[in-house]
C-alpha cells in the first residue's frame, strides 16, 4: 500500500486520475486486444466481462460474459457485475459509455498511436493491476523484437494503402497506430497526410499511386471479389491484429512484416 493508503493512483492516457484501494479481483476490459493483454498476463480469472469483440485467446475468453459490442457496451449490465477496475479505449469506445462507467466503476482509459504509448500502456496496466514483472518482460521483449526488425535491410519499401472499410472505403491517417505499424514494417501511407480514419474512393486511391493496397482482416470482411477492384495494383490480404492490437499481440507483428516482405 502506498503512502496515500492507495495502491494505485495515477492519470490515464487521457489525463483522468483513477485510483484503487486493493489490487483489481474483479476487471472487465472493452478493448479487444486488452483482453489478450490480459490473459496473456495471467490475468483471465480475474476477468468478469468482455466485449463480443474480446475473441482471443479463445479458449481463455469463451467462458468470460460479453456485454455488447465496443461501440454500444451494456452498461447498466457491466456496472451490476460491481467490477472493482474496468480497462477501456478512447478510440475503441464511446466517451458517452465510459462517462457511465465511471461514475460507478474505476476505468482506466488508454490512448495509443504509436509503439511508444503501446508500450508505455501496458507497463501501466502491469502497474495497474499488480503484475509489473509480467509487462515489464513483455515490453522488454517487444522492444527487442522491434530493434531487430530495424536492423534487417528494408525490402518493403512501397507506397501503401491500407484499407479498413468498403462502402465507402475507409483507409488510415497518420495519428493512427496503423500508420505507425505500417511505417515499422516499411510502408509509406499514401494518405500519411490525412487524420484519423479518411473516407476515399477507388479514383482518389489510383490517383495517390499506391504500389500495393492492403486489404485488412478487420474490421470490414473484405473477401477474395475485392482483389480484383484495383486492376493493375498488387492488392493482399493482412492480417489485421498485426497492425491494429496494441497489447502483447504487438510482440508477434514482427515476424509477421517478415512474412509480409516475402509475398512483396
Known amino acids: ?15 483522468r486520475t483513477v485510483a484503487l484501494l486493493h489490487k483489481p479481483k474483479r476487471i472487465v476490459s472493452t478493448v479487444p486486444s486488452i483482453t ?39 452498461v447498466s449490465d457491466i456496472i451490476r457485475l460491481n467490477p472493482d477496475l474496468l480497462i477501456s479505449n478512447k478510440e475503441e469506445n464511446t466517451a458517452s459509455d465510459i462517462f457511465q462507467l465511471s461514475e460507478h466503476i474505476p476505468v482506466w482509459v488508454s490512448d495509443i498511436h504509436d509503439l511508444n504509448s503501446a508500450i508505455y500502456a501496458i507497463n501501466e496496466i502491469g502497474t495497474l493491476c499488480g503484475v509489473q514483472d509480467k509487462t515489464t518482460h513483455l515490453t522488454s521483449d517487444i522492444i527487442k523484437r522491434a530493434a531487430d526488425y530495424s536492423n534487417i535491410p528494408p525490402s518493403i519499401n512501397k507506397r501503401a494503402c491500407y ?49 500495393v493496397i492492403l486489404l485488412s482482416s478487420e474490421p470490414y470482411p473484405f473477401k477474395d471479389s475485392d482483389q480484383l477492384l484495383f486492376e493493375g495494383i498488387k492488392t493482399i490480404f493482412v492480417n489485421g491484429k498485426a497492425f491494429s492490437w496494441y497489447g502483447s499481440r504487438i510482440a508477434q507483428s514482427f515476424s509477421y512484416f517478415c512474412h509480409l516482405n516475402s509475398l512483396l
Open 1 to 15: 500500500m502506498s503512502p496515500n493508503n492507495y495502491f494505485y493512483q495515477n492519470s490515464d492516457q487521457t489525463g
Open 36 to 74: 489478450e493483454l490480459l490473459c496473456d498476463i495471467g490475468l483471465n480469472e480475474q476477468l468478469v466481462g468482455r466485449t463480443k469483440f474480446c475473441d482471443s485467446p479463445q479458449e481463455l475468453v469463451q467462458s468470460i460474459p460479453a456485454f455488447g459490442g465496443t461501440k454500444n457496451l451494456r
Open 163 to 211: 484499407l479498413i472499410w468498403k462502402n465507402p472505403f475507409m483507409t488510415v491517417g497518420s495519428d493512427t497506430f496503423i500508420h505507425h505499424m505500417m511505417s515499422i514494417a516499411g510502408f509509406d501511407n499514401i494518405f500519411g497526410d490525412c487524420q484519423r480514419y479518411p473516407v476515399t474512393d477507388i479514383n482518389e486511391i489510383v490517383n495517390r499511386s499506391p504500389e
